[in-house]
T-cell receptor, first 115, second 114 residues
């Protein structure tokens, strides 16, 4: 089953608006939650990441909100621009013995920012 | 800054043929991960290596094998190719001793099986 659930599947936002993508997980052993941006035919690129010891992290126009008790986290893109149009994946991974394990990805959100 | 290099970028094979995908991690990165991404799907973990030893294994078919060499580059060998193996294959690398968990992805190899 999908260990990391992501919604919505697709999102259309007007230029300058706020894009919000949500993810939920079940495995409480997850302790690293990155968001990746992927353009067609390209590899995923890290956008921003958070650990469960903080509830929010902001980098430029991108903010992650994290709710440990609800096992949910979300990506907010402020002042969305047409260049932000891409597929966004949330992901989760764990640490075991100091080694970072595989990324478990959500199903992705196709974002289209209309000019 | 140097990035993850994957070769070839595109590969077309016939059913039942063999393919070899190569990954060259960022310099000083000692951990390599392989992911498979089908059309419109999320990347699925296949296998990973740390210091030339297999560190984790996901849903990788028995027809596939991989290894990491002394220079830390990795190769994914795929035999008896099936139509369903057509996908984007990504390699990601990371330096285990770094303070960040970031996995850096390469541009991918698009494999088409006819």
């Amino acid at each position: 089953q999908q260990q990391v659930k992501q919604s919505p599947q697709s999102l259309i936002v007007q230029k300058g608006g706020i894009s919000i993508i949500n993810c939920a997980y079940e495995n409480t052993a997850f302790d690293y939650f990155p968001w990746y941006q992927q353009f067609p035919g390209k590899g995923p690129a890290l956008l921003i990441a958070i650990r469960p010891d903080v509830s929010e992290k902001k980098e430029g126009r991108f903010t992650i909100s994290f709710n440990k008790s609800a096992k949910q986290f979300s990506l907010h893109i402020m002042d969305s621009q047409p260049g932000d149009s891409a597929t966004y994946f949330c992901a989760a991974s764990t640490h075991y013995g100091g080694a970072t394990n595989k990324l478990i990805f959500g199903t992705g959100t196709l974002l289209a920012v209309q000019p | 800054a140097a990035g993850v290099i994957q070769s070839p970028r595109h590969l077309i094979k016939e059913k039942r043929e063999t393919a070899t995908l190569k990954c060259y991690p960022i310099p000083r990165h000692d951990t390599v991960y392989w992911y498979q991404q089908g059309p419109g799907q999320d990347p699925q973990f296949l296998i990973s290596f740390y210091e030339k030893m297999q560190s984790d294994k996901g849903s990788i078919p028995d027809r596939f094998s991989a290894q990491q060499f002394s220079d830390y580059h990795s190769e994914l060998n795929m035999s008896s190719l099936e139509l369903g193996d057509s996908a984007l294959y990504f390699c990601a690398s990371r330096r285990e001793s770094s303070s960040t968990d970031t996995q850096y992805f390469g541009p991918g190899t698009r494999l088409t099986v006819l």
